[in-house]
C-alpha cells in the first residue's frame, strides 16, 4: 500500500505537466526561451543564437530520470555515490551518442534521438556498472545488475515520456496528416491532435505541416511511457525488478516500432527504419536478460533512505549542474538564428 500512495501522487503531478504541455507547446511563441546576441552586423543588427524550449524540456527530462533512478537504487540500499558513478558513467555516453547514431542514421549533423541513447545505454549500463563494482573494493556486487538494469529501464521510460514535450515545443518527431490516416483514426482523433504554427519548427520547414491537423504521436508516446513507468517504480519497490525490466522495455520499444508506422518525419532509409530495429533487439535483450540474469537478494524498498539520498546539498548541486549542462548541449539551436534590432525608447528617457 505504502508503495502504491507514493506512485499516485508522482502520476498526477507528471500527467498534469504533460496534459499543460500538450495544449500550449505546439504553438509558435514555445519554440524559443530566448536569443543571446552575439555579434553585430553592419546594418546594426545584432546576430544571435537561439536558446529552445527543446532544451528546457529535454533537461528536465533527464534530471527526473537521474532522480528516479537515483530513488530506486537508494531505496535498496545502494550508496549514493556508487549511483552517482554510474549515472555520470553512463551519461558520458549516452549523451553524445543520442547525437552520433543519429546523424549516422538520419544523415544529418544536427539532430538528436533518444531512441540511439536508448539502445547504447542497453549495452553502456551493465559495463559501466561492471566497471564500478570492480573499482569499489568489494567482493560482492555493490551495484546488482538486475535492479540496476531495471531501475535504469523505469528511468528511460520517465526521461522519454517527459522528453516528449520537447519533441512537441520543436515540432519534431510529428505524426502524419490526419487525413492521411485510416478513417477509425480519423475518427478518433478529430478533437485530440496536434496542430502546430510557426514556421520555424521542424513539421513545418521539413515537411510544409504547420497549420495542419496532425496524430498526436508525441503525445500518446510521452502518456505510455510516463505511465509504463510508473507502473515498473511500482513493481520495482514491490521488490519485482526482473518483471518491472522486461515489462517496460518490451511495452516502450514495441510502441515503438508500431508508433513509427504513424509518423510523417523523415526516420532513415528503408521499409523499417534503423530505431525500429533497434527497438527490436532491445526487446530481444530484455527477454535474454530477465530469464538469463539470476535475481539477488537485497534489503526491502525503504522510501525513507529516498528522502534523505535525494535531499543533501551535494546531490541537489549534482541535480542542477546536470540541468544546466542538458540545457546548454540540446538547447543551443544550430537550425535556427536570430537577428535582433535593439533601441532606445525615446518616450521613458
Not at 531505496?75 to 553524445?96: D, H, K
Not at 478513417?183 to 510557426?198: N, Y
Not at 513509427?260 to 521499409?271: L, N
Amino acid at each position: 500500500m505504502t508503495e502504491l500512495l507514493s506512485v499516485i501522487p508522482l502520476g498526477l503531478i507528471l500527467f498534469a505537466y504533460l496534459l499543460w504541455g500538450f495544449r500550449v507547446l505546439p504553438q509558435e511563441r514555445w519554440q524559443f526561451i530566448a536569443t543571446l546576441p552575439l555579434v553585430k552586423d553592419a546594418d546594426g543588427h545584432w546576430r544571435g543564437v537561439n536558446l529552445t524550449y527543446y532544451g528546457f524540456f529535454s533537461a528536465v527530462a533527464y534530471v527526473v530520470a537521474v532522480v528516479a533512478i537515483l530513488s530506486l537504487l537508494s531505496a535498496i540500499g545502494v550508496p549514493s555515490g556508487m549511483i552517482l558513478a554510474l549515472v555520470a558513467g553512463t551519461l558520458l555516453v549516452c549523451v553524445p551518442a543520442s547525437r552520433i547514431v543519429a546523424g549516422i542514421v538520419e544523415k544529418k549533423r544536427h539532430t538528436f534521438s533518444v531512441a540511439a541513447a536508448f539502445f547504447v545505454a542497453l549495452f553502456a549500463v551493465p559495463a559501466v556498472a561492471f566497471l564500478v563494482n570492480a573499482f569499489s573494493g568489494n567482493p560482492k556486487p555493490v551495484l546488482p545488475y538486475l535492479p540496476v538494469l531495471a531501475a535504469a529501464a523505469i528511468a528511460y521510460a520517465f526521461g522519454e515520456g517527459l522528453g516528449r514535450l520537447g519533441c512537441i515545443s520543436f515540432g519534431c518527431c510529428y505524426g502524419k496528416r490526419l487525413e492521411e490516416t485510416p478513417p477509425w483514426a480519423q475518427k478518433l482523433f478529430s478533437r485530440w491532435h496536434f496542430v502546430f504554427l510557426g514556421r520555424t519548427k521542424k513539421i513545418a520547414y521539413a515537411s510544409g505541416l504547420d497549420g495542419a491537423r496532425v496524430l498526436p504521436v508525441q503525445g500518446l508516446t510521452a502518456l505510455l511511457y510516463v505511465a509504463t513507468g510508473l507502473a515498473g517504480f511500482w513493481l520495482f519497490l514491490r521488490g519485482q525488478e526482473g518483471v518491472a525490466f522486461l515489462a517496460t522495455i518490451t511495452v516502450t520499444q514495441l510502441w515503438r516500432i508500431y508508433s513509427e508506422t504513424w509518423r510523417a518525419d523523415y526516420r532513415g532509409d528503408g521499409q523499417a527504419s534503423a530505431y525500429q530495429w533497434m527497438a527490436v533487439a532491445g526487446v530481444v535483450y530484455a527477454l535474454l536478460v530477465a530469464f538469463l540474469l539470476p535475481a539477488v537478494a537485497h534489503p526491502k524498498a525503504d522510501l525513507f533512505a529516498v528522502t534523505e539520498t535525494l535531499w543533501s546539498p551535494g546531490m541537489l548541486l549534482f541535480l542542477q549542474v546536470l540541468w544546466i549542462a542538458i540545457f546548454v548541449y540540446t538547447g543551443r539551436s544550430s537550425v535556427t538564428e536570430a537577428r535582433v534590432a535593439v533601441r532606445v525608447c525615446e518616450d521613458r528617457v
